[in-house]
């Protein structure tokens, strides 16, 4: 042993002692020296890993380790390469032409010779996984199958249509509609098509439904079972058609015949054949991962089956080193404090990038986590609820994109959880998602210096930045502030755009956002109807909402609060939220607010008064008012530009202060609203820092400099 340093080669042996001369070969056996090591020591160890590529076939556990000293350094060796792998590598330059049997059945045939193959046995690949229904609400939540990963993007599955939706023909029997619910979806479903495309398809039954037949900010994976094609009619094992907000647009998955496009791929999953169609240019030393399983031995409870577990656990760090090829996550972990991520690359996984619960003084900084197919990066209730003491998380400086690959709705790049209190994500680069690029709970959460782009680029009704705290409305001190949104609200699906999309929200009259000196430039588009309804910047109905200094560039809607002004009857209680009412039917039930009964939120207040009615007092005014009828929402002293995209009346007028609703609800003063350069450094380059002069126009209004956004 090299004094507190553990070695770890491609080369070395764990009979060896760990120093420089005799190093360990896996990371398991250095982690279980050093933990040895930890019991009678209050120095620094390191697990120092030399270049090269170490495989884990089972999670690694870092479990009780509660030694307030030493620290533990999982690290590269200096500047060398490492990378921790689940998979299964490949070179690109073993694969062949695909056999003609294959290539003759495609559809829309390629260019000769563009597909290779490989018969996954020969790498010793057994386990394919499973396919598995998918949906926010609904998922079987089974482990990912094994997917294919070039150069560590995830490839496609070969599917029709390429790059665009197809629909269906709605109904005009209502018994065709069922509720997107798992009871729901159990018998399957079928609906009428317009084109026969499927009657070429060998083995239909082996395709999968990917996209939306329910309401479209949800994500629909369903399995096909059949094609009619008499009726032209499609036949899902388990599915349902919805009506509610449903305008329908998906593509297949998992269709031999339809490998016809770069990066592309199909597995036979009788004969293990590994079909791709590898993009152009792709360099010819590429390497090919499979993800495997790491399944989670002696375990008690649901097996997370990540690549590291850490449990009970502080004073651990993880730097400059690469984790890939999974079918779960690369790290999860619960009651934890301490665990740093420094400079460290995550992809190529089948569920999340990083997960922790209960855990505290967590730091992720300066990684890049891509090409997951859930979060980027999760906290579930982190930090006291009770007592509001801060989780003291800080994600910060990380690239996080294409997230979400395979549960596509309600996943993001950054995800803080049920009762998350004080956590901090900053100076960030939140990109290339389908659904919201971040999702926020909790209490005094601070949100700034992030640049959110090309986001919710598949779904309708969601948002950049999406909050929803209307069930849960104590929890405030949340700080949106000095971030970049941009390149928001211009998707299409199968010719209809998104409707309802924006930067920020606080869904259903969510309550006590604090939005303030943020940059919103190009969110929707000049055109009329559809490519501009509903899309903007900022929705927030619920009260004591606060959004002041802020610049609207191009944008279709800065603001909007679609509630309206309406007298409301005060309750037994002396409340405007009675905690009955008589519905249409002349029953009395209970009032409810997005879901939650009235008078379960009024005890539940009470209990948490004591404590964050010392840090909120306006919470002992919440229930004396009413989202319809108290102006305490603000919008103040913002700067609204629109020179290549004019404000949107499709829904309405715009008001003399830039945002669209009523005024009775909204205390709105000092906004300057124009179509003219005020005084960009460059509005035609896209650099929109305001000129000093520029900046006088609005009390209080900052420069935005545009190197203050994203990764520093």
Partial sequence: ???????????????????????????????????????????????????????????????????????????????????????????????????????NAIIDKPNAGSVLQYNLKDAQIEDLGEISLRGHLISDEKEAQAELSLNGEVQKLAGWPNGEYTGLIKPTDSNEYGKRTKSGIANGCSFQVNYDRPSQWSKPEQAWLSGTIGPNYEFDYYPVSRFDSEEKRVYLSRGALEKYYTEPYYRFENVPEELDEPGEYYIDRQSGMLYFYPPEDTPKDSVLTITMSTPTLDVSGKAPNSMFRIENSKNIVFENLIFKGGRGSAITGKNNSNIQFINCEINSFGENGIRF?????????????????????LFVSCGNYKTLSPSNIVVSNNDIYNFARLERSYKTGIDFGYRCVGATAANNHIHN????????????????????????????????????????????????????????GKSSMNGRHQINVRAIRTDNRGCGLNIYENLFYNIGDGG???????????????????????????????????????????ADDGTLYPDTIINSSGVEVANTINGAKVADLKKQMENYLPVYG????????????????????????????????????????????????????????????????????????????????????VEGLPKFEMSSFGIQ
């Fill in 1 to 103: 042993m090299d004094g507190q340093k553990i070695f770890v080669s491609t080369v070395g042996d764990d009979s060896g002692d760990g120093s420089e001369e005799e190093p360990l070969r896996t990371l398991e056996k250095a982690i279980d020296v050093a933990n040895e090591m930890r019991e009678d020591s209050d120095k620094l160890i390191e697990i120092l890993l030399r270049e090269g590529t170490y495989s884990v076939t089972n999670t690694i556990k870092i479990i009780n380790s509660q030694k307030d000293d030493p620290l533990l350094k999982i690290s590269a060796y200096q500047d060398e390469k490492v990378t921790i792998n689940a998979g299964v590598d490949i070179p690109l330059s073993a694969m062949s032409i695909a056999d003609s049997d294959f290539t």
């Fill in 357 to 377: 619960d209960a855990s505290t003084d967590i730091k992720i900084s300066d990684c890049k986590i891509h090409d997951v197919g859930q979060d980027g990066i």
């Fill in 433 to 488: 998602g389908p659904h919201a690029g971040m999702i926020f709970y909790g209490v005094n959460n601070d949100i700034y210096g992030n640049e959110f782009d090309n986001l919710v680029t598949e779904f309708s009704d969601m948002d950049a930045l999406y909050c929803n705290n209307s069930n849960y409305p104590w929890e405030r001190g949340n700080k949106i502030h000095n971030n970049y949104f941009h390149d928001i």
């Fill in 528 to 570: 009329n109807g559809n490519g501009n309804n509903g899309i903007g910047a900022i929705t927030a109905e619920g009260t004591r909402n606060r959004i002041f200094n802020n610049l609207f560039v191009d944008c279709n809607e800065a603001y909007f609060n679609t509630l309206q002004y309406k007298e409301i009857e005060t």
């Fill in 614 to 697: 010392k840090q909120f007092p306006e919470l002992y005014n919440y229930f004396y008012e009413h989202p319809n009828m108290s102006k305490t929402n603000e919008f103040k002293n913002n700067m609204i530009i629109n020179i290549a995209i004019p404000l949107s009346n499709f829904n309405g007028t715009q008001n003399e202060e830039g945002f669209r609703g009523s005024q009775m609800l909204t205390a709105a003063s000092g906004n300057y609203v124009s179509t003219s350069d005020p005084g960009f450094v460059s509005y035609d380059n896209g650099n929109l820092e305001l000129s000093s002069s520029a900046t006088l126009l």
